[in-house]
């Protein structure tokens, strides 16, 4: 069991007034960041934006109270848009609530298990095309707002059917949303390129900026595109009614399959952010904490309306270079946010919905690792076959596959290459031995990958030795598996009336044999020390009468 000991407990200690204004201070900058993206991505979800902005405040502010890193942010974040689009249109707003309180509960309980080091090992291959295929899939999705195409429906999940439900409703595209989204998309990216020439610009984050002076062209414009407003009825002052997330019991079965892909990748962007941070900030977090955080988050948020969270890589990064020390900067985050809802809301009425569009497409291309598809000519086939096709995968069809058949893939790519480095080398043996006894020297691993190979080279019935000597000292470990082909050979070489001799067993192998009963069906005599010693007893056995005579 995992020791609940959230970071803020020991930043405190010690805790300055240095301290606080610089946290003060990121909290600020890190809140005002987070409006856009919150609304955006809730939106981009098929949710409301207020459902975007509760989740930033609340998921937020128990990840920096109960996390186990000290900067870490957390929130909507736009890797969780598919899965999250795909349950609203197949099973409602209400079961996604469910599915994010299911999610919840299971990185909870990976926290408390102790599993947070478990995440790292997915391959890298695995993150990069399923990172790569929800950029792509998150640009797909913003196409209809991005161009002001009206539907009578919401547009399918499905990869096929909304490209084809995409091409039906081209014709009804907005010139005004589509100059307004491009306007804005081009005026994030400049302002981030060129911003570090002016110190005021500098502290003005480019989504922000964007947001302001995308609603504001809008306006005084007179443009008729869709809003905030216009679309939700602008955002409720105030607090929101507590909600309850019961699922629809037809609907559970449905709903597993995306909450476990809910909880492993925020699970996965969560410990990548802090893991990311950790040098900035001379740290080093505590993944389980850090588990245990997001899911009491994700438990909390469905009751306020809100959606999935996570850490996020941009804003908790964001929040680094703002200066913040503890997670004191996270909690002043939050607050921001709160104060934003219950101050300033009936202002989000105005903000155009081509204007978030274009927020989360810059954040889409941002997010993905777009340069790993040039060096790809780098690297194995192996990778390449994994990478493309969970990139491919969660472009087509969806996450949950992806990450399935690209852990699948890892797995038996690294099957094949384990038992491809373990080996069986003929072992040179005493002349006087040389009639009646053979030997091998096993290196690697003898596990259930390596078992067929093995079974080629060390055939009794075939090598028709008297005495078979196999040395295990390069054997770094053994399975079942193993052990099961060990006993095959034992009772091969005792049909022909000849005998095995093993040598140089490590801890592992020498332990898993003793409780598998091996050793005693051996014989202790015939379980030696080293080779010279499994020699001498070869030498022994050979000269010894044959069995039967």
């Not at 736009?78 to 249109?89: E, H, K, M, R």
């Not at 091998?440 to 075939?462: E, T, W």
Request: hydrophobic content about 55%.
């Amino acid at each position: 069991m995992s020791r609940f000991q959230p970071k803020l407990f020991v930043a405190l200690a010690g805790y300055s007034r240095a301290d606080l204004f610089a946290d003060l201070a990121a909290g600020l900058t890190v809140g005002v960041l987070a409006l856009p993206l919150s609304m955006a991505f809730a939106i981009a979800s098929g949710a409301s934006p207020a459902a975007g902005i509760w989740t930033a405040i609340v998921a937020g502010l128990l990840i920096s109270v109960l996390g186990g890193s000290r900067v870490q942010i957390g929130g909507p974040t736009g890797a969780f848009i598919p899965i999250l689009y795909g349950i609203v249109v197949n099973y409602g707003m209400s079961n996604m609530l469910a599915a994010t309180f299911l999610a919840g509960v299971l990185l909870l309980v990976m926290g408390i298990t102790r599993l947070g080091s478990l995440i790292r090992f997915v391959p890298v291959s695995v993150v990069i095309g399923f990172t790569n295929g929800i950029a792509l899939v998150l640009i797909l999705s913003q196409i209809p707002d991005f161009l002001g195409l009206t539907s009578t429906s919401a547009l399918p999940a499905e990869f096929f059917a909304r490209m084809r439900a995409l091409w039906q409703i081209a014709p009804t595209a907005s010139l005004p949303a589509a100059a307004l989204a491009l306007g804005t998309l081009l005026l994030i990216l400049a302002w981030t390129k060129y911003a570090v020439r002016h110190r005021i610009a500098m502290r003005v984050p480019a989504q922000l900026a964007g947001l302001v002076l995308g609603t504001l062209a809008s306006a005084l414009l007179q443009l008729p595109v869709e809003t905030i407003g216009s679309r939700f009825n602008g955002i409720p002052q105030g607090v929101p009614a507590l909600s309850f997330p019961l699922p629809d019991l037809s609907a559970i079965g449905g709903l597993l399959a995306p909450a476990i892909t809910i909880a492993l990748l925020g699970a996965i962007e969560s410990l990548l952010s802090a893991r990311v941070v950790d040098p900035q900030i001379d740290d080093r977090h505590d993944p389980n904490q850090e588990l245990m955080a997001q899911g009491i988050a994700n438990i909390a948020t469905p009751f306020f309306g809100g959606i999935a969270a996570t850490g996020a890589i941009a804003r908790t990064s964001t929040n680094v270079r703002a200066g913040a020390r503890t997670p004191v900067a996270g909690i002043v985050h939050s607050v921001t946010l709160l104060g934003i809802v219950l101050v300033a809301a009936p202002l989000a009425a105005w903000v155009p919905i081509p204007v978030l569009a274009a927020i989360v497409v810059v954040t889409a291309i941002r997010m993905a690792e777009w340069h790993e598809f040039s060096r790809l000519r780098h690297f194995s086939w192996n990778y390449r076959i994994i990478l493309l096709a969970t990139f491919g995968l969660t472009v087509l069809f969806d996450l949950t596959v992806a990450v399935e058949v690209g852990m699948v893939l890892a797995s038996l790519f690294f099957i094949y290459r384990m038992q491809d480095l373990t080996t069986a080398t003929p072992l040179v043996m005493d002349a006087e031995a040389d009639a009646g006894a053979r030997g091998f020297a096993l290196r690697g691993s003898l596990f259930f990958g390596a078992i067929g190979k093995l079974d080629a080279q060390i055939d009794p019935a075939v090598l028709g030795a008297r005495v078979l000597v196999l040395d295990l000292d390069g054997v770094l470990n053994i399975d079942t598996s193993g052990v099961d082909w060990l006993f095959g050979v034992l009772r091969a070489q005792s049909r022909q009336g000849g005998h095995l001799v093993l040598c140089g067993a490590r801890h592992q192998p020498s332990s898993l044999l003793q409780r598998a009963g091996f050793v005693v069906m051996l014989g202790h005599a015939n379980l030696c020390a080293d080779l010279d010693a499994a020699r001498a007893r070869a030498r022994a056995l050979a000269d010894a009468p044959a069995r039967g005579d």
